[in-house]
Every structure is written in C-alpha cells, then in structure tokens.
Nanobody, 111 residues
C-alpha cells in the first residue's frame, strides 16, 4: 500500500513563494501520475498541477504562470514551486499519487 508524505506548507505572505514536497513509498514502480490539488474552505478540490511519468505537465488555470511542478523519479517524489502567492491560494494542498491521496498540508497566504 502506498504511503504519501507531504511537507512544505505553512504561513506565507502575499507575494511570497513556497515549495511543497511529496514522496511516495511502499510502491514498486514509478507512479504514472503525481500531482497537487487544493481545497479551500467551502470549495471543491481543484487541480493545481500534475505531471505524468513521461514529463507532460498540466496546470490549473488559477496558477498558470506562477507554479512549476517537477518530479524526481529516483525518489518517487513530486515538488510544487509557487510564486507570487495570493490570499486566494490559501487552502489545504493534497498530493495525489496515481489514485492515492495524501493527508494534505495547509497553506495560508496572508494579505
């Protein structure tokens, strides 16, 4: 069974940046799809960014131009770098590894 470890959340000032990390263990093969989603209070979960094993990346419209997703295949890890953070980026950020979800890491952007 896959275990997912997320880190990097916290309090960030508006205009600042952050880097979220996620690593998977308990698996034998590199995940096909690794990515980040977020859920703000009272809202549905949405895609932030995802990257497929071949390197293709997808970004949510709200973060395009401000987010960069990368993977480390050797470590079964995925990283999310976000810049120019806004208060509306405040949410719980979840790592998704194929069909498995992490517990989430909270990001708060102060205005």
């Amino acid at each position: 069974q896959v275990q997912i470890a997320e880190s990097g959340g916290g309090l960030v000032q508006s205009g600042g940046s952050l880097r979220l990390s996620c690593s998977a263990s308990g698996i034998k093969f590199n995940p096909y799809d690794m990515g980040w989603y977020r859920q703000a209070p009272g809202q549905s979960r949405e895609l932030v960014a995802r990257m497929y094993l071949g390197g293709t990346a997808e970004y949510g419209d709200s973060v395009k131009g401000r987010a960069t997703i990368t993977r480390n295949h050797a470590r079964y890890a995925v990283y999310l770098q976000m810049m120019n953070l806004k208060p509306e980026d405040t949410a719980v950020y979840y790592c998704k590894v194929d069909d498995a979800w992490g517990q989430g890491t909270e990001v708060t952007v102060s205005s």
